[in-house]
């Protein structure tokens, strides 16, 4: 296999490696917005950091796998959440445990694990699909008791057959039809 095709499969596998730091998000000028796109934003984010480009570019939160890093904070800025922060800038031995959490779901809402947990979402799209399966079995069971008419009595077995007989001993189609198909001296068909 070629090199290049091995490193892009393996780099592939990797995809839900985060990697975190433990310093902060370093702000620069890219991830800045100026005031006529904060205008329009901020609105709808509310009191939360931009510190990204985003997913695609636009200032929102997303949970993906394959981008670990969204464009703005979880959470808003709490004053809770604002002292953990200034803390953070310090020494991170200094941190407890719960308070490294407190920052972490401040800034993402899922870890990669729980972004990978099944969802049981298949249980309703099953559901759904055997609902479905039923109401229109019970349609066609409803179509063929109260709307159809009976069967027309010329379907039956017996009643081709004797028109069949009938066929043959008027003689129809006897150059080309089923009478010349029939043998009328032995009584059977050539």
Not at 43 to 62: C, M, Q
Not at 105 to 111: E, Y
Not at 157 to 173: A, I, V
Request: glycine fraction near 6%.
């Amino acid at each position: 296999m070629n090199g290049q095709l091995v490193r892009s499969i393996l780099r592939g596998s990797q995809l839900s490696v985060r990697a975190l730091s433990t310093s902060g998000p370093v702000r620069s000028s890219e991830a800045a917005l100026d005031q006529a796109a904060r205008d329009k934003i901020h609105p709808k984010l509310g009191n939360r950091d931009v510190v990204g480009w985003g997913f695609n570019g636009t200032a929102s939160y997303v949970d993906r796998e394959e981008f670990p890093l969204p464009a703005v904070r979880f959470k808003e800025n709490t004053p809770d959440v604002m002292a953990l922060r200034e803390k953070e800038k310090g020494d991170w031995k200094a941190l407890t445990l719960d308070e490294k959490k407190a920052l972490y779901r401040a800034s993402f809402c899922q870890t990669f694990a729980e972004m990978k947990a099944p969802t049981g979402e298949w249980k309703s799209i099953v559901a759904a699909i055997i609902t479905a399966l039923a109401v229109t079995g019970w349609i066609v069971i409803y179509m063929k008791k109260f709307v159809y008419s009976e069967m027309p009595h010329t379907i039956t077995r017996q009643w081709q057959e004797d028109q069949l007989n009938r066929m043959l001993t008027q003689n129809q189609g006897r150059i080309e039809g089923i009478s010349s198909k029939y043998d009328f001296e032995k009584g059977e068909w050539k």
